[in-house]
């Protein structure tokens, strides 16, 4: 009988392609900790992001390819991850932050924030370490959709301890000021607040920060593009021309200052304010269509409740297209990333 070797194990992993990504798992340097002992295959296999969509698809290939070769019986695959950064080094965030991610929409009452929420636990209920930033300082809700009370604490080093709901680290305005007290600041006050977010929060090591956005494209985006070298844009909107008219101003802002879009997502999708519309303008600017949202009352329910539905409502279609959505802006990021890091030949 033939021995297995590692070369011949990597040489039958090389049938396994990532769907994204378009190359093999080993040359994509996937493969970690490769052993072999007898009839028994042992490896890592670390993808590119805890969310990544198809996961289950790669291990599940990847284990029936090493069971093609003669003589093997068992294959023990541990999954993991390994984020990698898309800022620079030496970036003066606080905290070792892989991806910042900008939702935002043309107008309000999109639910641009529901939507951020939903999405941000979903990503940290697939393994992903995520916080929240509220960039929305005249209507911050972050701290209403996620249950959070209190004010954040002070760090040792001056620095803030964002607050913690669901997995995911949160700061917001909302949670600096009383209820009900205006924020009536002008432009070099917002910029100022959205910097002291971004460097003075005592943020860790996350793999995605999700910034909430305020609708339009105002002296907020124009701030956070001159902060922080975004991962990209993600659009939210709904299906209706007004809605679809302002998204294609908020897209024409992301060229202009030269924000990547990762996509556009149609939010409050069905019979009453029609569907297509997301997908259409997706189309036309030749950007990832991520997916829609269907109109249901439990998500704002979810949000009135400062329980998110995906965490209320784990097995509905809502929190099903919520998940979906989530591993969807997770590979366009990889994606994205594939084009520019180098490849491992094995």
Not at 182 to 207: K, S, Y
Not at 270 to 279: A, L, V
């Amino acid at each position: 009988m033939t021995e297995i070797t590692k070369d011949s194990v990597l040489d039958a992993l090389r049938v396994v392609q990532d769907p994204d990504l378009h190359k093999d798992i080993v040359t994509l340097g996937f493969i970690q900790d490769l052993a072999v002992c007898g009839d028994v295959v042992k490896f890592k296999l670390v993808l590119t992001t805890p969310a990544c969509p198809v996961k289950d698809e790669l291990k599940s290939q990847a284990e029936n390819a090493v069971l093609e070769l003669p003589g093997i019986t068992t294959v023990n695959i541990e999954m993991s991850a390994e984020v990698k950064s898309s800022l620079p080094p030496g970036n003066k965030l606080g905290g070792n932050i892989a991806h910042v991610i900008a939702v935002t929409s043309g107008k309000g009452g999109v639910g641009k924030t529901t939507t951020a929420v939903n999405l941000a636990v979903a990503l940290s209920q697939e393994g992903a370490r995520v916080g929240i930033l509220d960039a929305d300082v005249y209507g911050p809700n972050i701290p209403v959709m996620m249950g959070i009370k209190g004010k954040p604490s002070g760090g040792a080093d001056g620095q803030l301890v964002p607050l913690t709901a669901h997995g995911v680290r949160t700061i917001s305005v909302g949670n600096l000021v009383e209820d009900g007290q205006p924020v009536m600041w002008r432009g070099p006050m917002l910029h100022r607040a959205l910097e002291q977010f971004l460097n003075e929060v005592q943020w860790d090591t996350l793999d995605y920060l999700i910034v909430d956005m305020p609708p339009g494209t105002g002296d907020a985006q124009l701030s956070l593009a001159q902060l922080v070298p975004l991962t990209g844009a993600v659009i939210v909107t709904m299906p209706q021309e007004v809605s679809l008219t302002d998204v294609r101003r908020a897209i024409g802002m992301c060229q202009k200052v030269k924000i990547p879009i990762l996509g556009v997502i149609e939010n409050m999708s069905g019979k009453i304010f029609g569907s297509g519309g997301g997908q259409a303008i997706a189309e036309a600017y030749e950007i990832p269509f991520l997916g829609t949202i269907p109109l249901n009352p439990i998500i704002r329910k979810g949000g009135d409740q400062g329980l998110p539905v995906v965490i209320g409502h784990p097995d509905s279609d809502v929190t099903a297209a919520y998940r979906k959505i989530a591993g969807q802006i997770a590979a366009e990021i990889s994606k994205k990333q594939a084009l520019q890091l180098p490849v491992l030949e094995v």
